[in-house]
């Protein structure tokens, strides 16, 4: 049967295990949602606008089956848009959308039929029907969430967080920006912390402002997107001679600066039991024609060379054990995951995070949770996230948590794990390893 209960679950085991976890509250540490669509209790037009107004997997994936652009960002209606989307689901066996696709689609419509050309318009004018009565909240109450962290910069206001209908929705401080080192970024920041940034004591009085701003609007967690991790860090005088003449640095000179501040904001984070999120190993906007038209978070990202195992070991030597942060670990490039998960065990307060982006498959996951068991600790990952702009994504939790009960449910089944431990593993995975790290 398609799509049917045991979706990905092939043990009895598993399937015990899922019926345990599956109901669960959902706490989603990282994502870019709209926390202003949240606070206002949005609607949606149609599912059109509820899958594609901003979700560049779907986008990416309409472009490699050779969609007209007009029908993916253009002008098309969002009627047109999701009649062509449907028509490439077919081409996608395998890939997380086509899963994602049809666990929504079940999950929040009630729809179990498979969405293709033949399907579409009837399914869109089913789902539209269901969707006149929700709302942001009602969907994601019937997903069960509990706790949001969106993805902010040091200099947005916050002024739209805040616990919504029992959903706490808060900020997570990602200072990407702030490492352009850009005279009117750094005029901004200096404005909304209250301090005229000259010098690099001035940067660090502004940003230390803003992370006590931030946490007092409920954050728990920052956040670093980056390709890989400095290959060099200034020392403290040397850092201030670099900011001092941050419009002529070398490229060499600002990842030195860049590591100096990547080491401070970590001390920081630690000293307010904020949770750090290191995503490395990605390359964006490499289609600049593409980025020109369509601008940043587009769908022309990609994976990039396997993190330097010697860089991320330079970073984390630099932050003595009882001053590092809670620390998670994401690679896009997996191919030597082995020896991120080894890191995890050679530093406190360090850990694995989940299949991240373009890993976030069947076998992506598959591959994570078992390497993690094997080179680190699985018992204390902290399950899925779902680093998603649309607020229909939640669907990926029920289809993390279907993988990870089945990969259980095998190993007890072949003798290979304590049956008695495993519903404790598997909702400490999918809950409360998450909830103690927020709480």
């Excluded at 030195?256 to 990605?282: C, D, F, M, N």
């Excluded at 996951?365 to 996230?385: A, C, D, F, H, T």
């Amino acid at each position: 049967m398609f799509f049917d209960k045991d979706l990905l679950i092939y043990n009895e085991t598993g399937k015990k295990l899922y019926e345990k976890v599956k109901d669960l509250p959902i706490i989603d540490y990282h994502c870019h949602l709209d926390q202003k669509m949240i606070e206002a209790d949005s609607t949606f037009s149609d599912i059109g606008e509820l899958w594609l107004a901003g979700d560049h997997y779907k986008w990416r994936a309409m472009r490699l089956n050779g969609v007209d652009e007009y029908y993916i960002t253009g002008g098309a209606s969002y009627r047109e848009k999701f009649i062509k989307y449907a028509e490439i689901v077919p081409n996608l066996i395998g890939n997380a959308l086509y899963y994602w696709t049809h666990i929504e689609l079940k999950q929040i419509f009630g729809i179990d039929k498979p969405l293709n050309g033949d399907t579409a318009a009837e399914i869109y004018d089913a789902a539209n029907e269901k969707l006149k009565g929700m709302t942001v909240r009602s969907m994601l109450r019937d997903f069960g969430v509990s706790f949001i962290a969106t993805t902010d910069d040091p200099v947005d206001d916050l002024l739209h967080h805040g616990v919504y209908d029992g959903i706490n929705v808060t900020p997570t401080f990602r200072p990407d920006k702030l490492f352009m080192f850009e005279e009117s970024y750094l005029e901004k920041l200096g404005e909304v912390s209250g301090v005229k940034i000259d010098t690099l004591d001035d940067l660090l009085t502004a940003l230390s402002a803003r992370l006590d701003y931030f946490v007092s609007k409920g954050c728990r967690m920052a956040d670093h997107g980056m390709d890989t991790f400095p290959a060099d860090y200034a020392r403290e005088g040397e850092a201030r001679e670099l900011f001092a003449k941050r419009l002529t640095l070398t490229v060499e000179e600002r990842e030195a600066l860049k590591g100096y501040l990547l080491i401070w904001l970590s001390k920081e984070y630690a000293k307010r039991g904020i949770t750090v999120q290191l995503h490395i190993a990605v390359t964006r906007n490499v289609n600049p024609d593409a980025f020109a038209l369509c601008g940043a978070d587009s769908g022309f990202d990609v994976i990039s060379e396997a993190p330097s195992v010697h860089n991320v070991l330079n970073f984390f030597s630099r932050i003595s054990d009882s001053e590092r942060p809670s620390t998670v670990l994401y690679t896009l490039n997996d191919s030597n995951l082995a020896s991120m998960a080894c890191i995890s065990g050679a530093y406190r307060n360090v850990r694995m995070g989940a299949a991240w982006w373009f890993n976030d498959t069947v076998e992506g996951i598959r591959r994570n949770l078992k390497i993690i068991s094997e080179y680190s600790s699985l018992g204390n990952n902290l399950g899925m996230l779902t680093d998603s702009r649309s607020f229909s994504s939640y669907g990926r939790f029920d289809f993390f948590r279907r993988i990870l009960c089945n990969y259980v449910g095998d190993l007890v089944e072949k003798g290979e794990y304590d049956a008695g431990s495993a519903e404790a593993l598997v909702e400490n995975i999918c809950y409360n390893n998450a909830k103690r790290m927020v709480e």
